[in-house]
Every structure is written in C-alpha cells, then in structure tokens.
C-alpha cells in the first residue's frame, strides 16, 4: 500500500503542474519552454512525493520530565510469562493465521494493469520495428520506409513511413521534413517516456492529459519549421488534404495527428 499511496501523491502532483499548463501555458507559441515544462514537471511529479523531510533535535523540554529508566532481568520463560503475558495464554504455542485483505487485492490488481499496458507497448514497439525492414531509402540519419497501411506518414525514432500513393514529390518532401523534424529533436524519446508513465500510473487520468500536450506540442514544433519551407496557407491545405479519420498507433508521430484545427489555429498564430 505504500507503493499505491506514493503513486496517488505523484498523480496530485501531475495534476497541479498539469493546471498551470493548461491555464497559462497551453495557447502560447513558445513550444520548446512548453516541451521542457511538461518533461520537468513529469519527472518532478515522481521525485516530490519521494522526498522525507525529517527534524531531529537533541534538546529536551524542559517542561517535560522524563521517567527513570529501570532494567528488568528476566530469567527465564516462567517469568517472562508471569510479566507480559496473561495467566491463560501459553506462550510458545501461539498461531498466526494470515489473512487476505482488500488491499492485497487492490495491489493485484494494480500490478495486473501495469503489466498489461507495458506488455502492449512492447507489442506496438515490437510492431514498428517489424515495418522498419522495408528500408529501402537513406536521407542523411533518416531512413525511409515506403508502405501503406496503419503506418503511413508518420514516424517513429529515425524512421519515417511513407505511402507514395496519390502523392506527388512536392507533398512527399513536405511529409518527410515534417518527419524530419520530430526525429532531430528526438520527440520518440517523449513517447516511449510516457509509455512507461501509462503503464505505471494506468489508472491516473492526468498522465494521459501530459501524453496529448506533449504530442500537440511536438506537432506544432514540427508543423511551424515545415511552414516556414513552403509557406502557412499552403501547409494548412496540405494538412487537410491529408487529413484521414483513423487514429494513429500510439508510439508514433502522424502527419495528420488530430486536432488538424488546433494545429492550423496554431500554424497563423
């Protein structure tokens, strides 16, 4: 229970660094300070509640006055008996029946959901790195996979999924520099953070509140160094061009990772 009570403190204090940011941070353009804030709040949500804080003092009340110390000898199991323990009671022959109460249930459970949300962000890794074999181009420290599917213009570490169908070159370099983006500023590593974060905090909801910021703040890092190539109205059209309804695997970075308005709203503020 100890463990579940430190979980429960580290999630007050996610919740009221995640208060500040949404209140005064969110809507502002400084992406890379809203990036840091995020990460440093996260990682100080776990050390706080960590934190004992303890105060000795050798001094004594004065107003207090302390009882004389005596030594008792006991020398033998008779005595000890006759002293600490009641006339009925037979000491030697005590049993201690344990008993299965709702906290150990509550922590079964609570490892139960850990190890599932782990295992299916090893599953979705594992996954992504099966895709990663259809290499087949080199740009710099990015590698290029071309397929379609579940993974397509998107990206994850230093590789880029890219679905060439019905695209031209114009909108395949505009997709592949977006992408660019997330891997120079290693946005993958955020990800696999709070996907430890999920599994340990499974049941908080304020971690699945800093794994949707974090991800707009990286579109809108991405979405603006992009904008800047090939301009805001033609970036804009282009996201709604690709817009799609299906929702994106959870460890990768979409192109077109909803809300595509907040990303446009953003992209002429």
Known sequence: MDWLLYLLKVTTCMTLFYAVYHFLMQKLTFFSTNR???LSTLLLSFIIPALSFQVKSDQVNPGIVQAPKHEVVVTGLRSI???????????GQITVTPQFEWQDLLNIAYWIGATVILLLS????ATLMWHTRRVVT?????KIVHTSGRYTNCSFLNYVFVDQQGLDQETIDAVIHHESIHAIKYHSADKLLLAICKALLWFSPPVYFYAR????VH?????????RQIGDTAYANLLLSLAVSTAPAPLV?????NPIKARITMLFT
């Open 36 to 38: 840091l804030y995020l």
């Open 81 to 91: 008996s006759e002293i600490t323990t009641p006339a009925s009671v037979s000491v």
């Open 122 to 125: 090893a599953f979705q890794f």
């Open 138 to 142: 080199k740009l710099g420290s990015l």
């Open 213 to 216: 910021a974090l991800e707009q």
């Open 219 to 227: 579109e809108y890092e991405a979405d603006r160094a992009t904008s």
């Open 253 to 257: 970075h979409s192109f077109v990772q």
